[in-house]
């Protein structure tokens, strides 16, 4: 249980982080009267632990208070924490030359990375275009194959109506391609 005192009214906080107003009381809990001078750290972790809705600051300045009393129960000094901003140091003329030489390789690197990007870009264009046509053309020969093959489809089952109606057709009367070798062989010498 914590209690943090305020003025003239103390505020009790449980484990179950319930909070008891000014002047009442509960069975469960022992009310605990502290008059305390609240460090300005812990007002401003407070403040800031409700401004984000994070506990962290609080714990933070918890934390700190813990390593300072352990510290100073083994006899040790107070730790002073002392935050100097980083210096920073000029550079030389020869770090300076690097830097120079190291930006102007990377300029040019993602230069050539770009055109190389574009070139690619094209080529895929033009493979895309290429294969586009290709299938264009695919396409044509498929329906005109499909085309023939219904008409030789057609002119074959003529053929074979006619056969059965009139008995085997002559020579002249048969569809041009669609004879025997023999026949063909046969038609060269009579």
């Given at each position: 249980m914590f209690a943090q005192a305020q003025g003239r009214h103390t505020y009790v906080i449980s484990r179950e982080s319930s909070c008891v107003g000014p002047g009442t009381s509960d069975?469960?809990?022992?009310?605990?009267?502290?008059?305390?001078?609240?460090?300005s750290e812990v007002v401003r972790a407070s403040a800031e632990a409700q401004a984000s809705g994070r506990l962290t600051p609080l714990i933070k300045v918890e934390l700190w208070s813990k390593i300072q009393a352990r510290r100073l129960s083994e006899g040790k000094e107070e730790m002073a924490v002392q935050f100097s901003p980083p210096q920073t140091t000029p550079m030389t003329e020869e770090e300076e030359e690097k830097c120079k030489k190291r930006k102007e390789c990377n300029?040019?690197?993602?230069?050539?990375?770009?055109?190389?990007?574009?070139?690619?870009?094209k080529?895929?264009?033009?493979?895309l275009t290429s294969l586009l046509l290709r299938n264009e053309e695919l396409k044509d020969t498929i329906k005109n194959l499909e085309e023939e093959m219904v008409f030789y489809q057609g002119m074959l089952s003529i053929q074979t109506s006619n056969q059965i109606?009139?008995?085997?057709?002559s020579p002249e009367q048969q569809v041009p391609g669609l004879w025997t070798v023999e026949e063909d062989f046969l038609e060269q010498y009579l």
């Amino acid at each position: 249980m914590f209690a943090q005192a305020q003025g003239r009214h103390t505020y009790v906080i449980s484990r179950e982080s319930s909070c008891v107003g000014p002047g009442t009381s509960d069975d469960k809990m022992q009310e605990v009267n502290v008059n305390v001078n609240l460090d300005s750290e812990v007002v401003r972790a407070s403040a800031e632990a409700q401004a984000s809705g994070r506990l962290t600051p609080l714990i933070k300045v918890e934390l700190w208070s813990k390593i300072q009393a352990r510290r100073l129960s083994e006899g040790k000094e107070e730790m002073a924490v002392q935050f100097s901003p980083p210096q920073t140091t000029p550079m030389t003329e020869e770090e300076e030359e690097k830097c120079k030489k190291r930006k102007e390789c990377n300029k040019e690197a993602a230069q050539r990375c770009r055109e190389r990007k574009k070139e690619k870009q094209k080529n895929d264009e033009k493979e895309l275009t290429s294969l586009l046509l290709r299938n264009e053309e695919l396409k044509d020969t498929i329906k005109n194959l499909e085309e023939e093959m219904v008409f030789y489809q057609g002119m074959l089952s003529i053929q074979t109506s006619n056969q059965i109606e009139t008995g085997p057709a002559s020579p002249e009367q048969q569809v041009p391609g669609l004879w025997t070798v023999e026949e063909d062989f046969l038609e060269q010498y009579l």
